[in-house]
């Protein structure tokens, strides 16, 4: 049993972030959240020789830098009384340890299959959602996903995934890639232009075939913005990608200016000082609306610095690496770089239990495991 969770836990826990986001479930996943935390942190404790193998394999010492980096920022600037902190701390090592753990033990799941079975947990959520509500133009469209932005990070990124496959598009994949598309515009989020965007890139490239997809999708946008709808259109060309952001990059600066070199603490991720925030904006919900504010809020400018550094370089290093691939490597690729640019307008790599986040340290771990490998002819 216990081999069986550590060979799927990050399905286990891509599939609890799931529940988290429906309202009837979020009360069961919270619990389970803890309960599988628990377990696997029992695990780490009791199998140390078995583990030290894989957190000090080569290809996942990006994990191990940042873990040391986390205990070292523990040490200088808390203390044991700070039990939120000491929580993250722990969160943050158990799932760096089990992502790893995960690939290594089973890697030809993770390579062949997994990202299928991804799209097929999201489809079913999709058409429960239909079933529950199938007027998806009415408002900002969420099925039975309590926030219409969580929903557009599960479709957009199924949708790519769908998408990008190179295997050929039967009808089924073509029915479930349109209804993707569909519902992804129509939760009104605006980062769902981004991921489509990002999708043809990858897929075709700077080529004549992504011109005329590019004129074809402005011909759609004229279209649809000309509809009283809600959709990630409409709302983009009311608002702009960063109208509503730019008063959250506002305060999560001033409050990053309060403390720039020690940052506010590893409990303090996604953090904004709401004492910073005039009454009359009060209305609005100002939060860390950016991945790379949000760390330097959290660490300080030179911790933060240090640590997204090491994440950007690593990135940086994959995306060289596997560019021309056609195989999977190219979808997760995507996925670690739409996550790197969604984290422009969104507090992605920050916290634990986040569906885009735990896709973004998998992956990247996953491609570095995935270079290992072939580097060392595994």
Same mark, same amino acid.
């Given at each position: 049993?216990?081999?069986?969770?550590?060979?799927?836990?990050?399905?286990? %826990?891509?599939?609890?972030?799931?529940?988290?986001?429906?309202?009837?479930? @979020?009360?069961?996943?919270?619990?389970? %959240?803890?309960?599988?935390?628990?377990?696997?942190?029992?695990?780490?404790?009791?199998?140390?020789?078995?583990?030290?193998?894989? #957190?000090?394999?080569?290809?996942?010492?990006?994990?191990?830098?940042?873990?040391?980096?986390?205990?070292?920022?523990?040490?200088?600037? =808390?203390?044991?009384?700070?039990?939120?902190?000491?929580?993250?701390?722990?969160?943050?090592?158990?799932?760096?340890?089990?992502?790893?753990?995960?690939?290594?033990?089973?890697?030809?799941?993770?390579? !062949?299959?997994?990202?299928?079975?991804?799209?097929?947990? #999201?489809?079913?959520?999709?058409?429960?959602?239909?079933?529950?509500?199938?007027?998806?133009?009415?408002?900002?469209?969420?099925?039975?996903?309590?926030?219409?932005?969580?929903?557009?990070?599960?479709?957009?990124?199924?949708?790519?995934?769908?998408?990008? !496959?190179?295997?050929?598009?039967?009808?089924?994949? *073509?029915?479930?890639?349109?209804?993707?598309?569909?519902?992804?515009?129509?939760?009104?989020? @605006?980062?769902?232009?981004?991921?489509?965007?990002?999708?043809? *890139?990858?897929?075709?490239?700077?080529?004549?075939?992504?011109?005329?997809?590019? *004129?074809?999708?402005?011909?759609?946008?004229?279209?649809?913005?000309?509809?009283?709808?809600?959709?990630?259109?409409?709302?983009?060309?009311?608002?702009?990608?960063? =109208?509503?952001?730019?008063?959250?990059?506002?305060?999560?600066?001033?409050?990053?200016?309060?403390?720039?070199?020690?940052?506010?603490?590893?409990?303090?991720?996604?953090?904004?000082?709401?004492?910073?925030?005039?009454? =009359?904006?009060?209305?609005?919900?100002?939060?860390?609306?950016?991945?790379?504010?949000?760390?330097?809020?959290?660490?300080?400018?030179?911790?933060?610095?240090?640590?997204?550094?090491?994440?950007?370089?690593?990135?940086?290093?994959?995306?060289?690496?596997?560019?021309?691939?056609?195989? #999977?490597?190219?979808?997760?690729?995507?996925?670690?770089?739409?996550?790197?640019?969604?984290?422009?307008?969104?507090?992605?790599?920050?916290?634990?239990?986040?569906?885009?986040? #735990?896709?973004?340290?998998?992956?990247?771990?996953?491609?570095?495991?995935?270079?290992?490998?072939?580097?060392?002819?595994?």
């Amino acid at each position: 049993m216990i081999k069986w969770l550590l060979k799927y836990s990050v399905v286990i %826990f891509l599939f609890n972030t799931i529940l988290l986001s429906i309202d009837v479930t @979020r009360s069961f996943a919270n619990q389970l %959240f803890f309960i599988l935390m628990f377990v696997y942190a029992m695990f780490l404790m009791l199998n140390p020789a078995l583990i030290k193998n894989i #957190i000090f394999h080569k290809a996942f010492n990006l994990f191990l830098i940042l873990n040391g980096i986390n205990i070292f920022y523990f040490f200088c600037f =808390h203390s044991f009384n700070d039990i939120e902190a000491i929580q993250y701390l722990l969160a943050r090592i158990v799932q760096f340890s089990i992502i790893s753990i995960s690939i290594y033990f089973n890697y030809d799941f993770y390579k !062949d299959y997994f990202l299928t079975f991804l799209v097929y947990v #999201i489809s079913a959520v999709v058409v429960l959602g239909l079933m529950y509500n199938i007027d998806i133009f009415s408002d900002r469209y969420s099925g039975i996903i309590w926030n219409p932005n969580m929903l557009c990070s599960f479709t957009s990124i199924a949708f790519a995934i769908l998408f990008l !496959d190179n295997k050929t598009k039967n009808k089924f994949d *073509i029915i479930i890639l349109t209804i993707l598309f569909l519902v992804t515009i129509a939760t009104g989020s @605006r980062g769902a232009l981004v991921a489509i965007t990002l999708a043809f *890139i990858f897929k075709y490239g700077l080529t004549y075939r992504n011109i005329l997809y590019g *004129i074809m999708g402005l011909g759609f946008y004229f279209i649809i913005v000309d509809f009283q709808f809600d959709t990630s259109i409409n709302r983009f060309a009311s608002q702009s990608l960063f =109208h509503d952001r730019l008063l959250q990059y506002q305060y999560a600066y001033e409050t990053l200016i309060q403390k720039p070199f020690i940052g506010f603490g590893l409990d303090k991720y996604a953090y904004i000082n709401t004492e910073l925030i005039p009454d =009359h904006l009060s209305m609005y919900n100002i939060s860390a609306h950016n991945g790379y504010l949000a760390i330097l809020t959290q660490y300080g400018m030179v911790v933060g610095g240090l640590i997204l550094y090491f994440i950007l370089s690593k990135s940086l290093l994959v995306f060289n690496y596997f560019r021309k691939s056609k195989k #999977i490597e190219k979808t997760y690729l995507f996925i670690l770089f739409y996550a790197l640019f969604a984290s422009i307008y969104e507090a992605l790599m920050t916290g634990i239990n986040e569906f885009h986040t #735990i896709l973004f340290w998998f992956s990247i771990a996953f491609l570095l495991y995935t270079r290992f490998n072939k580097e060392n002819a595994i």
